[in-house]
């Protein structure tokens, strides 16, 4: 199976700019969450979908946006983007409602000047 | 509050038994998952322990007690490509995934 992709890879935006990032789940997984990866910060966990529903959120500002279509594929969108923003954006497909094993796409790297 | 503890970096001799240690304080608890990332590349899975003991994985191990919130990975017969960073992870009683900072594993030859 295709694992779970990612684009962009990589974005460069002006602060506030908004973006849309995209992530397509691993074929019969309907389960995707998305991470956001700073050095200073680690892995936080921003939201997850389960079958088109936002099953829980992060504790990341409104700013930050998401949904799941009916094909499972996911979008981010991040609006009046800040500096702090700059990141690695990740998203994980999961078989499971219960997310415990995750399936990483290879990130979307953010950076906000 | 919730939170995953583990050591910030481990050195381990390339052919030498590793243990990566994690302590967990959450509100509810779920199972404790472990994930491997090497630099530049995404996080990939290596072991989920829903009950207390150990799973087996080729190299990997991995233990859990609930009753003393902790768990471990252990790597055996380390390998240079084992050099990575490795995360613990739980799903806590508000379904929040949480993940811990990461060790980050050097091994020397």
């Known amino acids: 199976k295709a694992g779970v992709t990612q684009t962009p890879r990589y974005l460069i935006k002006t602060r506030g700019q908004q973006v849309t990032l995209s992530c397509s789940p691993i074929s019969g997984h309907r389960s995707v969450s998305w991470y956001q990866q700073t050095p200073g910060q680690g892995l936080q966990f921003l939201f997850e979908?389960?079958?088109?529903?936002?099953?829980n959120k992060g504790n990341f500002p409104g700013r930050f946006s998401g949904r799941q279509f009916s094909n499972s594929r996911s979008e981010m969108n991040v609006s009046t983007l800040e500096l702090g923003d700059s990141a690695l954006y990740l998203c994980a497909s999961s078989p499971s409602g219960e997310g415990y094993e995750q399936y990483f796409g290879p990130g979307t790297r953010l950076t906000v000047t | 509050g919730q939170s995953l503890e583990q050591p910030s970096e481990v050195t381990a001799v390339e052919g030498a038994i590793v243990q990566i240690n994690c302590t967990y304080q959450?509100?509810?608890?779920?199972?404790l998952s472990w994930y491997q990332q090497h630099d530049g590349g995404a996080p990939t899975f290596l072991s989920y322990?829903?009950?207390?003991g150990l799973e087996e994985t080729g190299r990997f191990s991995s233990f859990l007690s609930r009753s003393d919130s902790y768990g471990y990975l252990l790597l055996q017969e380390l390998q240079m490509k084992d050099s990575a960073s490795y995360f613990c992870a739980v799903r806590d009683r508000d379904d929040k995934i949480i993940f811990g900072k990461g060790t980050r594993l050097h091994i020397l030859p």
């Open positions: 322990n829903a009950l207390d």
């Open positions: 979908y389960f079958s088109e529903t936002q099953r």
């Open positions: 959450t509100s509810g608890f779920y199972g």
